[in-house]
């Protein structure tokens, strides 16, 4: 599995913007798929995640009512709406692929996931 972040960009405070995740391989709809985020000078943190047919999401408490995570297995796409975009949601974006059994709710660490794309940047202006 690889996978490839995009979409990042440059907005103001309230903003949206969406990012995408392409994923390749036979192997891709067989996994949750997390993004998570990492600001300067900070540890990456969890942000949300979808399981393999998309029928279960969990978010951090933080993007929680902002942010939809959503998929569609027969594009190899993770798609991460990001809606009243703050300052704070300034950081490095990245999806990976969670290697564990789990439920999703328990997809939070980092160290679970494997595969993970490059970043891309979404700079929130106050």
């Known amino acids: 599995v690889q996978l490839q972040a995009s979409g990042g960009g440059l907005v103001q405070a309230g903003d949206s913007l969406r990012l995408s995740c392409a994923g390749s391989?036979?192997?891709?709809?067989?996994?949750?798929i997390g993004w998570f985020r990492q600001a300067p000078g900070k540890e990456r943190e969890f942000v949300a995640v979808?399981?393999?047919?998309?029928?279960?999401?969990y978010y951090a408490d933080s993007v929680k009512g902002r942010f939809t995570i959503s998929r569609d297995n027969a594009k190899n796409m993770v798609y991460l709406q990001m809606n009243s975009l703050k300052p704070e949601d300034t950081a490095v974006y990245y999806c990976?692929?969670?290697?564990?059994?789990?439920?999703?709710?328990?997809?939070?660490?980092?160290?679970?996931?494997?595969?993970w794309g490059q970043g891309t940047l979404v700079t929130v202006s106050s």
């Open positions: 990976a692929a969670y290697m564990g059994l789990g439920p999703v709710a328990a997809a939070t660490k980092s160290r679970d996931y494997d595969y």
């Open positions: 391989g036979r192997a891709f709809s067989s996994h949750a």
């Open positions: 979808i399981s393999w047919s998309g029928s279960n999401t």
